[in-house]
């Protein structure tokens, strides 16, 4: 393993370690989030390496790169997140949105070259991008408890079983050249953390406790996703399995 990376991995546990000693105030404890110490330190991790690593090269990719060029970066990684999104639909049986997709990504992959243009929305063709743990959800699988995973950031138990379906579905996964497939990824995570820089800012200056306020959009955003858009009244996302049937196609 790298030394760089022992390193990481010896920062990461001593401020678990240390999260997972401290108690919680009563005001900031939410049943959906039972893990909260470990969550926290998790998420202080997470901060000090985005600081340290990836806010700084977001920043520079986002100054010598034309914003045509990060547009047209953003489009393509879109189309790849619709072939993968295809799929879910499928199993989703929501066999129009994955018409759409599958429509997107001939679209945007030939006339868009490659999609680095979205030529797709220009012609009507909405763009849903389903993973698989909405898939786990349409299925009835309930979110479980909110995890936050080292440099990945917030997800639920259902949601980190989702990623790896996500990552094996994803075209790049199949490459058989390693520098290749983490060349993708790095400029995929780069390129999306650029995106979300006037986003992070204003949530650092916003929010009274930025993890709270992101766990809790994470959470509320995540549920109208699996719902699309159109979430139950009751709050049963917290347990294993719901019970609540399928949404329609």
């Known amino acids: 393993m790298p030394r760089w990376l022992n390193r990481v991995a010896a920062v990461l546990t001593v401020s678990i370690v240390v999260g997972g000693c401290a108690s919680v105030p009563a005001e900031y404890r939410d ?18 390496f985005d600081n340290a690593f990836l806010k700084p090269a977001a920043q520079g990719y986002r100054f010598v ?3 045509p ?19 879910n639909n499928v199993l989703q049986f929501k066999l129009s949105r994955a018409g759409s997709d599958v429509g997107r990504v001939f679209i945007n992959t030939t ?5 680095f243009f979205d030529v797709a929305s220009n012609v009507g063709l909405p763009s849903y991008k389903e993973d698989f743990g909405q898939t786990l959800g349409y299925w009835g699988f309930g979110a479980g408890p909110f995890v936050m995973l080292p440099i990945l950031g917030p997800s639920s138990v259902r949601g980190t079983f989702g990623l790896a ?10 490459l058989e050249e390693d520098e290749i ?8 995570v780069v390129d999306r953390r650029a995106d979300l820089l006037a986003a992070g800012d204003l949530m650092d200056e916003a929010a009274i406790d930025p993890y709270t306020f992101m766990r809790d959009a994470y959470l ?20 294993l399995w719901e019970d609540t049937p399928p949404a329609e196609p």
Not at 69 to 87: L, M, P, Q, R
Not at 111 to 115: A, D, H, M, R
Request: glycine share 8%; proline share 8%; aromatic share 14%.
């Open 31 to 48: 049943p959906r989030d039972p893990w909260q110490p470990f969550n926290r330190a998790v998420f202080k991790f997470n901060t000090d």
């Open 65 to 67: 790169t034309p914003e």
């Open 69 to 87: 060029v990060d547009e047209g970066v953003t489009n393509f990684f879109n189309n790849v997140a619709d072939a993968t999104s295809a799929v």
């Open 111 to 115: 006339v868009g070259f490659v999609g």
């Open 165 to 174: 379906g996500d990552i094996v579905l994803d075209p790049f996964f199949s």
């Open 181 to 188: 497939y983490w060349g993708f990824v790095t400029l995929r």
């Open 220 to 239: 509320q955003r995540r549920r109208n996703l699996v719902h699309d858009g159109n979430p139950p009244q009751a709050d049963d996302d917290g347990i």
